[in-house]
């Protein structure tokens, strides 16, 4: 796995390449506290992305939790083939809002897959 932060001037990008799986789950989790400063909008590139598991979910659910509750948003871009496929298998993707969030910015409502 590889990131790249791209600073523009409603937030950040987040690029993250090559496969993503538990073993890089400290790495990705330091770029995130470092990188993304709190209150700040972020956008998680995945178009380089060829894989991953069910704790780099686990992490984007997590950090998209917090951007909520500073007010900043996040949000997926350009989900590869790889990454959906392993959202389907890992049954995430809901038609309705998180439990306590009811609202469709769930990170995992089929609305916020673009």
Do not use: Y
Request: net charge negative.
């Amino acid at each position: 796995m590889e990131t790249a932060t791209e600073r523009i001037e409603d937030g950040i990008i987040l690029k993250v390449s090559g496969t993503v799986t538990i073993s890089d789950a400290g790495e990705l989790r330091r770029v995130f506290m470092d990188e993304v400063p709190s209150g700040t909008s972020v956008t998680i590139d995945l178009a380089d992305t060829t894989g991953c598991d069910l704790s780099f979910f686990q992490l984007l659910c997590a950090v998209h939790k917090q951007c909520l509750a500073t007010a900043a948003s996040m949000r997926l871009r350009n989900c590869t083939g790889e990454v959906q496929e392993a959202m389907a298998s890992a049954g995430i993707l809901r038609t309705a809002g998180c439990a306590g969030n009811e609202n469709e910015n769930c990170l995992w409502h089929e609305t916020m897959q673009r």
